[in-house]
Each structure stands twice: as C-alpha cells, then as structure tokens.
C-alpha cells in the first residue's frame, strides 16, 4: 500500500509542477546543444558542400557515414574530445538541480515563486549536496567490494568451455552493477531529502541515516524505485514507437523527431520529480516526521526571508 | 602396427605415382600414422615421405617446418612478435606446444638425426625452432625422389593462435613435420611468424588417425577405412590427393552431419561435411546455407570445386582461438549460442575459409611473402559473394536502424589502413599485425574491386577465371596475377598496379574550390579601335554584353597514388560537361563563362575508384542540402540528451 501511495502521490506532484519539468529539460538541451553546435560545424565541413548530403538525406549511406564518424578531425570524434568536459559540467550542474527539485517539492505548493525556490534551493544546498557526493565513496567502495568479490567468484566458477554458462555469468554481472548502481542512488537521494528536510549540515549522518532508512525498509524503498522506472520504460517504448514511424527524409519529418525527443527528455525531468516526489512520500510516511517537520520549518523560515 | 601393410595396401590402392597424372603437379606424397593421447594433449606420429627434387638443382639438404615449435616458449619468434596473443586469445603458459622429432633417416638409408640442426632463416633468432635441417648423406639429384621416415611426438598448446585444444575438443593443424617448398632451386622454408600463414607443395596425403573411440573425427579429405582397435580406440584413415597441407579435428561433442552438394554448370558433386558442436547446434542452419551458397558462388564465378568433400568445423566453446582458419577441404569457423541473425559473422566466416580453398588451397600462393594474393583475393571474393547473397546494404550488420554491407565494412579499415606498408610485403615485415591485415585483407580486397570497375564487371570475371585456371595447383606470384590481368584485358595495367601494390599511399581527389560569379560589366578606360579612323580611343564602357557567369571548379589530388580522372560538371539548365585530367598534378582548374550558374562538379563520378578514401569530398555543390547536416546534428543531440538524462536521473 505504501508504494503505491507513494508512487501516486509522486505521480499527482510532479504532473501539478510543469515548471520543474521544464527547467530540467532547459539544462539538458543547453548542455547538448554546446555538443549539437560542435557536432554540426564539423559535420558541415567535412560533408557540406557535398553531392553525398542529398543521399544521406534520403538514404543515410553508409560509406560516408561511416568515412565522416571515423576521421580524425570529423564531428564525432570533435564532439567526443568535448564530451567529457560536457558531461563532468552537466554533472555538477546537475548538483544544483538537485537542490532546486528538492526545495520545490518540500515547499507547499503554489506559496513561493518557482523560481526563487527553485535557484533558492539549488544555490543553498549545492555545498551539502557537493560534499555528500564526496563521502558517498563510504558508500560506493563497499558496492564495489561486493561486486569485485563476486565477480572473483564467478571467475572461479566459470568454464570457458560452458558458453551458456558464461553467458549466464555475464548477465548475472550486468545485473549486478545495475542493482548495486541504483541502490547506491537510492540511498543518495534519501540522504539528500534528509538534508533538504531537516535543512541539516549533517551531511554524512543524513548519509548514514539514510543507508539505514534503506536497508530496513529495502522491499518499500526498491519496490517505490522499480515501480518508477517501469513508468519509465513505457515512456521509452512509447517514445522508440513513435519515433520509429516518422520517415526522416524531410525536413518536417526531422522537426518532429526532434520535437518528439524534446517531449521524451521533458517527460524523463517529470519522471525525476516523480522520483524525488515518491521518495519524500516514502520517507515522511516512515517513522522520521519528527525530523521532517523540524526540516519543514527550517525551509518555511528560509523561503518566507526569500 | 600391425595395420601399416593394409594401410599401404588401401593407399597404393588407391594413389597414383608421385608424379602421375593428378590434378597438381605432386612433389610430396605424406603416409603418417598418428595417435592422439587426449590425457596429456599429446599426438604421438611416424611419416614416411616421398619427396621428388621436382627442379634443376642437386640438393643436398631437407628443411622442414616444425610449426607448433612455435609454441614452446615465450622467447620464439611467433611469440616475440605476437606478445603472446592471437586475434585477442592469449597464450596459456600452463599449456606450451611443442613438435619433437624423434628421429629422421632416409627410408633404408642412414639415420639423419644426427645430422639435424634448427634453423631460423628470417630473423636468427636462436630460441625459434620452427625449422629444422637435415643433410643428406648424397645428393638428390634433379627428377629423383628421396624417401624419409620420421618419428615425431607433439604436444599441442591450449589452443590461442589456430592449432591445439580446449577441453576434449582438438583442433590439429600445422602438426607434423613439413618439407619446404624447394623454389627455383632456393628452399622456402619460413619461421612461423605471428603475422604469417603457411606455403607448400602439392601432393597426397594418407594419413591413418587413432582417438578414442568417443571421439568424432573430421579431417582433410575423405574418409577410406575405419576401424575400431581392442584398445578402446578407433583408427580412421583418410586420403587426398592435389593438396599442400592436411588437418585434423576431433571432439566427442561434434555433431556430424552430412549432405551433397551438386551443381550442373560448372559440374560440382561434393559431400558437405559439417561438425558442429553440440552446443552450437542451433546454429547449424546458418552454417549449411551459408557453406551451399558458398560453393555455388565460388563454383560459378571461378571454377568448379575440384574434390569430393568440404568439412566445416565449428571450433567448441572456449575454442574459438581455432576458429576462422582454413586448410585444405577442411576449414574451421565459428559462432556462438547467442550471436543474433542480424549480425552475419557466422556467414562471413564460413564464406571466407571455404573461399580459401580456392584462393590458398586450389591456388597455392605463397602466404608467408605475398599474403595479398590469398587473404586481399579472398577478401574480394568474400566481398562480392557476401553483398551479392545478403544484399550489399546489409550483409554484415542488418539490425532494424543499423545497416551494414562486408563493402562499406572493408572499406573502413581501407580507410584506417595507415600510410606504413604497402599491399606487397613480407608477412613478418610489417610495422603491426594490424598493418598488416588492414593492408592485405581490406585494402587488397577493395583495391580488386576498384579494378573490376576499371576494367569493367565483364572483364575482371575473365581476369579472375582465367586466373583460377592457369594457376590451380600451381605456385603464383603477384606478377603472375598482374600479368594475367594484363593479357586478359588487353591492357597496360602498370599504373594500377605498380601504385596500389608496391606503394603504402592513399588514393583522394576532392574538388576544393566550386564558384560562380557574375562576370562583371567592364568599367574603366579600354583601348578600344576606331572604326572609321582606325585610331586607338579610349573609351569609357565596353561593349554591352548579355549576363554572364563565371564558373570554376578546382580538383585537387590530396593522395599520393595518381589516377586518371573523369569530372562531371553540372549546370543550372541541366547541361553536364564532362571533363578529363591525367590527375599527375596536384591540382587542376577548369573555368566556364556561360550564361548559366553551375550547379555542382563530381571527381570520379560513377565511383569507380573504391579505393578513395574520402567520398565526400568527391564533389561539391552551390545548392548544398542544409537539413541533412541538420539531421545528423539533432540525431547526435538527442542521442547526447538521452546520456545526460540517463547519468543524472
């Protein structure tokens, strides 16, 4: 029942806060579109004036994709020297994000602007967020413990010779990594929402409260994180499905993929504030509202200053 | 034992002379007896050979091929160059290989073991024993033949690099003593290398196989007794004749099966044999069409298949360091339980080893000097029979959204190939292994390609018949193949070759410049005749004229390699001009002042130059198509969007 509540009412608040959903989607396509513009000026160099362009409008020949992708000068491999940098700003970027989610979701709705709460949010918590993600390694090196050990194990076991085996083996480790990544996710963003609640500067007790919070209620807390990503796989089908009818051999029929995929990445930010919104369900539903209040009227004072 | 006078009965039964009418011209005639120890991995073998001096020197000493000496430690050559590893395997060093000779003498002569000395002719190096040496006591003289007996144990490898074992399943090649091939009186008898294959004479070959009875066997040739021993074992003997190699293959978990294959034009009646592992079976289907539409393409386009069987092999789980090798009727390939239908490598392997029974096996080019002539020949096979049966768009990768032809996929290793060694090189002589396969495999197999264009489809289908045909079971060089590409078209191919072959440069012409001005109207002072006084006047305005353009466009050579080209200039009224140029310079421009713009100006416009590195920039447009640039841009973007989403969500 818990989850359920929880991922309805993360559901009902996400949908009733566009904005958030559109500031998510603004930074993801500020980012790209750095890469979009490196992407294009190479491509446009290498392939622009040429005859091949009308084909690879109509066909997509191979030849020259392949010749454009593979040059050492060409668009992908300049956008790839860039990528990195893109990403690590994305990724503290996305630390503010956070922030700003996170304190439009604990604050009551419609009381603040959105935008003092939001950038209020991601300004005030971005230094306990920082350091968070730093003493996350408390929780990362043991998740990598266990997969190395595992890992050794499944080596021993393995026989190169029992190819299901070995196939069998790969998508146990597959799995694996990905439960190990998203239980140590989960536990940062409850630690983070016992931050923004408990407005703490506690920032690695809120961490080991939160391991605890996790691993006592690990069938809620999963379930609530699974449910979620299930509602995130129909809108990637949805989004493939749809997608994969429109002919792209036209200008219009490039504007709406894009236009498509601009609506997929806004529905990817209501599905992180679906998460968030669940999360803070899940978390005041448990026993530590005593705390949550406290956090409340930290956040109440702050956004009334505001 | 006691088998040996039957044996020889079945085989005299059976084989012509040494040099009686086959196929090949047969300098070697092998009769081993082997016998596999599958608790130590062990092959313990007595050859008997006939060898004939089949040229005009007196010889006075035998080299011969030690191969899986190779494998003995790291400190051999194959070992040195390779670091190790094969095509991604690594070495056990728990499971060495090793070939011992335990002793050579000439059939009722003297023992020449003392006499055996290793030998490392291409780098000196003192640890290598893949070639041995033995003195004669008296020459062999010109037309006689000389009879040896050798004892042999060999101990395979844990199989990295083609030959050895994985668990019960042994792939055995390269495993017995082997003459060299004696050419224009010199001995070509190579080390083994990391980046070589192997090169011999043709002859027959008996060879009598004991396993264990468990274990199914496929081997060179066709099978002429069986039988089963008190021991536990079984003793299988096979024969062939107008070959230059034999291998062997066995495992418990082989699944045989075996079906005729039959062709009217040319006339083919070979039985297919398939040994497929047990774990693999639900591949099988993949194999067999693959191996019928093999023989069929290969059969059509360059000649009948000339023996009556054709073994495929799928190496076992964990085996695969066997896998994608030929040898003679008999070639492994290789697959795994999961690998989907859309991605073709199953077909392409198979493909590729049968075709070298044509391109290695029938045509017996020396692979360790001039490695083009089986791997970039084949490759252009493979090419052709792959994009013909699968379609050129898709054969190897055809997954909804992801389309790729073997053409489009060796050319971009063409295109990655360096600027380092050329197609004609020496295996070892490389500056790396993968040089060396970009160059002998891609690049040769797409330079053929951009011959046939040359020459057109019609000619190069004679060029390669005729090819097929005055070399099978002979020895070609690449002069060989070039002259016969020569006399087949009736045309001085020097520029071709002597280029694409012997010089590691690449193949780019581009148009660099493409413009269209107003020619403008004249303004100024002009010395302009009176036309009544005939006195020089200046005037002020030339005559009026009608708007004109000037048009230009520059080719340039941004390649080495110089080709002759053909331009194509396209203008406004749809007129097209179609220009030559020698392409010697580095650059050429052609000026047009005409009424109309033009539009666009292609180099090389029917692509008949495959082995361009750079297609796009082959031509130039003024109405470029921006959405395309847009389309791949967004696609990028959106594929960006996804990974920034996914890292933080």
Known sequence: MTITTCLKKGVTEATARPNLMGVLWLFNILFASILYFIFFGAFDAAVGPSLALKDLLKTGDMNIILETLTKPAGPFTASLRMAPYIILLYFLANIFLQGGVLNVLIAPRGRDKFAACFFGGGGRFYGRFLRLLIYSAVVWVPAGILFVAVNAFLRVLGDSSRERQMVLFVIIRVALVLFLLHLVKMVLDYARIMIATRDSRSVFRALMDAVRFVLRRLGGTLGLYYLLGLTGLAMALVYLSVKSIIGTTTAAGILAVFLITQVYIAGRGWLRAAYQTGQLEMFTISGLTREAKQGNNGVKEEAAAV | ?649
């Open chain 2, 1 to 649: 034992m006691r088998k040996i006078p039957i044996l020889l009965g079945v085989v005299l039964a059976c084989m012509p002379g040494i040099t009686s009418a086959g196929l090949s011209r047969q300098v070697v005639n092998y009769d081993i007896h082997v016998r596999l120890l599958p608790e130590t991995k062990t092959l313990e073998g007595r050859e008997t050979l006939l060898w004939l001096n089949d040229s005009n020197t007196e010889v006075t000493e035998l080299p011969f091929h030690l191969y899986l000496n190779a494998f003995k430690n790291n400190r051999t050559t194959f070992m040195k160059e390779s670091g190790g590893s094969s095509r991604g395997f690594k070495v056990d060093e728990a499971n060495w290989g090793r070939i011992t000779v335990r002793s050579i003498r000439l059939q009722n002569g003297p023992d020449l073991t003392p006499t055996l000395v290793y030998a490392a002719p291409d780098d000196g190096n003192p640890d290598d024993q893949t070639v041995m040496r033995v003195t004669l006591p008296a020459p062999v003289k010109p037309g006689e033949t000389a009879a040896l007996e050798i004892a042999f144990e060999t101990k395979l490898p844990k199989v990295f690099a083609r030959s050895g074992f994985v668990g019960n399943f042994f792939m055995v090649g390269q495993w017995f003593p082997k003459i060299g091939v004696l050419r224009d009186g010199v001995w070509n008898c190579h080390q083994y290398h990391a980046q070589s294959e192997f090169f011999a004479d043709y002859g027959l070959f008996t060879v009598e196989i004991t396993v264990p009875e468990a274990y199914v066997v496929g081997a060179t040739g066709r099978r002429v007794k069986e039988s089963r021993n008190a021991d536990g074992t079984k003793s299988l003997v096979y024969f062939q004749e107008d070959v230059h190699d034999f291998a062997w293959t066995t495992c418990p978990d082989f699944v045989e099966s075996r079906e005729r294959f039959t062709m009217d034009e040319p006339k083919v009646d070979t039985e297919m044999i398939f040994l497929v592992h047990r774990a693999h079976l639900g591949q099988r289907d993949r194999y067999v069409r693959a191996l019928k539409q093999g023989l069929g393409f290969y059969s059509k386009n360059y000649g009948a298949y000339p023996y009556g069987t054709i073994t495929l092999v799928d190496p076992a789980p964990g085996g695969m360091g066997a896998g994608g090798m030929e040898y003679p009727t008999l070639f492994t390939a290789g697959t795994t339980s999961f690998i989907p239908r859309g991605l073709r490598v199953p077909e392409m392997v198979t493909i590729h080893e049968f075709g070298h029974g044509y391109w290695y096996g029938i045509v017996g080019s020396n692979e360790f000097e001039e490695a083009w002539l089986d791997e970039g020949i084949n490759t252009y096979s493979e090419i052709k029979a792959m994009d013909s049966l699968y379609g050129s768009d898709r054969a190897m990768i055809d997954f909804p959204g992801l389309k790729i032809g073997d053409f489009s996929y060796q050319r971009l290793a063409t295109i990655g190939s360096g600027r380092f060694d050329p197609i004609v090189r020496k295996s070892w002589d490389y500056i790396s292994g993968s040089s060396y396969s970009l160059n002998v495999y891609s690049k040769a197999g797409i330079m053929l390609l951009t011959l046939e264009r040359v020459l057109g489809e019609e000619v190069m289908a004679k060029v390669m018949k005729t090819y097929f045909e005055t070399w099978k079971f002979r020895h070609p060089r690449t002069e060989d193949f070039v002259r016969t590409a020569e006399e087949t078209s009736g045309r001085d191919l020097g520029w071709f070759f002597d280029q694409v072959l012997h010089s590691p440069d690449k193949l780019d012409y581009a148009i660099t410049d493409l413009r269209s001005e107003e020619v403008q109207e004249p303004k100024g002072l002009f010395d302009r005749k009176d036309s009544r006084t005939g006195a020089a006047n200046a005037v002020d305005k030339g005559t009026a004229q009608k708007p004109a353009f000037q048009n230009t466009v520059v080719v340039a050579r941004l390649g080495e390699w110089i080709f002759p080209q053909e331009i194509k200039v396209t203008f406004a009224d749809g007129k097209e001009v179609r220009e030559t140029w020698d392409g010697r310079d580095r650059w050429k421009k052609f000026v047009y002042t005409l009424p109309v713009k033009l539009t666009s100006a292609q180099v090389d416009p029917d692509n008949r130059y495959l082995l361009d590195v750079n297609f796009a920039n082959n031509s130039r447009t003024l109405a470029p198509t921006p959405w395309a640039t847009r389309k791949y841009a967004l696609g990028f973007m959106g594929w960006v969007q996804h990974l920034l989403s996914f890292v933080t969500l």
